[in-house]
């Protein structure tokens, strides 16, 4: 291992009770990237002009919008649309070019997989501004380094392979980031016994919940009403948790 390794979050968020904690992770790193992209990165240069090439996600600049610091946004959200006017500009007479190119097109070539097609860069252009977004990246290093963590802990710290049994297992998407980076750490037994823990209270867990929001639905019929809801009452949020998304407003 070259580089230090903070094991103190990992030990925290597998101490909690929770259907992924690589998900509980997930949400504090986003939520300290919001504060550093709204305050301290403001004043600073060099990510100012990392901002203004790349720009930020839907899901992103809406959470920055809510977190509330205007000044902040509208600072950063200007100079990036100063740069991206170039682009927009450009891609304006790629519009029109292959508006006119459609336009002059003989009518055989106006139908089927033709149609259209001279479209197809300008969206991609346009879609590639949209997607392209400077906290997504910063949040997927830092959770590629906590996941990598977590395989290490595993390997490495003794009493990490029990809590680590004992958890619920990961969401789809954070199970999948495991089983694609385990193999590249870990070899023989321990590869061996990470996979086959790992999946074993997958499917245990995903059994648990599928039965959990079966009752959930159950209890919308007269006949159950005064039955207890058991863990079923919040099953809808930790069942779309488990399947990839965190759901963050509490019910
Ligand atoms: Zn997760
Ligand atoms: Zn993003």
Redesign the pocket.
Known sequence: MKQHIDTAPIWESYRQDCE?P??LL?AKVEASNVDYFLGESVMEPSQRIEVNKKGFCADHFKLMYVAGNRLGLALMTHTYMKESMKALKENAQKARDAAAAEAGKPIFKRLGSQKGAAFGDVVGELEKMQNTCLMCERIRETMERYMYTVIYMYKHEAEFPKLFAESKG??L??YAQALEIAPKHLSGDVLKRFVDTLTDIEMKNFDRLEGEIEWFTNKFDYRNQDKPWGNSRDAVKRCV?KL?H?VVDED
């Open positions: 992924c690589l998900c997930n990961m969401c998407k954070h948790n990839g965190q």
